[in-house]
């Protein structure tokens, strides 16, 4: 196989996997294994992870999404906590990480496009997520209540006033506080549903009120 020939393959994928070339050619996985790697030294192609690839420009012919990129990286996942808030803008920082869960083990990638983490979530709390148009590109995103969820449940310690205080929160009107109550009630977790009771608080206090369950 030739460069070329990947480039007229797959050029306008962005990026792919070692699985995407083995289909679209004869050759054995080993084989293409060993000239991808060859092309990643030399420059030829971006290494995303073990077994991911992209072109660089300008062989490539498609921008690279990094928040699509990273429900590819790691499947299952969903984008959430930290970077998902932030998109919501329910916290005032740049998150420049894109943080992640998934129902596997947690991993962690840095590559060209940026720097991705997944945490782990029990498979029965692997739900609360929709698809959304981020930069031109469907990309599975936490809804805001379930970001709000995960970072409480994946950061240790319990969520009083003080804390949450520290999160400076804004924008806090996206958020539906029944589904919110609704869905950390399905983690069967006592210490979410106190931490909901605390954000509430919190919450209606800021706004004098306007929140309620």
Avoid at 106 to 125: D, L, M, T, V
Avoid at 136 to 142: D, E, P, Q, Y
Wanted: proline share 4%; hydrophobic share 40%; charged share 25%.
């Amino acid at each position: 196989m030739r460069y070329y020939d990947l480039v007229k393959m797959l050029g306008k994928e962005g990026f792919f996997d070692l699985a995407s070339v083995v289909q679209l050619t004869d050759q054995r996985r080993e084989t293409i294994h060993m000239q991808l790697y060859r092309w990643c030294k030399a420059g030829k192609l971006l290494s995303l992870r073990r077994g991911m690839y992209a072109f660089p420009e300008p062989s490539r012919s498609v921008a690279i999404n990094p928040a699509e990129l990273a429900n590819k990286l790691y499947r299952p996942s969903y984008i959430s906590t930290y970077w998902a808030m932030g998109f919501y803008g329910l916290i005032p920082e740049k998150v420049v990480t894109y943080t992640s869960v998934t129902s596997r083990v947690p991993r962690s990638f840095e590559n060209s496009f940026g720097s991705f983490r997944y945490q782990s979530i029990k498979p029965a709390a692997f739900f609360g997520y929709r698809s959304l148009d981020i930069g031109g590109k469907a990309v599975v995103i936490a809804e805001p209540e379930k970001a709000l969820l995960d970072l409480w449940h994946l950061e240790k310690g319990a969520w009083a006033e003080d804390r949450m205080d520290e999160m400076r929160f804004q924008n806090t009107e996206v958020i539906n506080a029944e589904k919110l109550q609704g869905y950390a009630e399905r983690y069967q977790s006592p210490r979410l549903v106190k931490a909901v009771a605390v954000w509430v608080s919190v919450i209606s206090s800021q706004n004098e009120g306007t929140v309620e369950l």
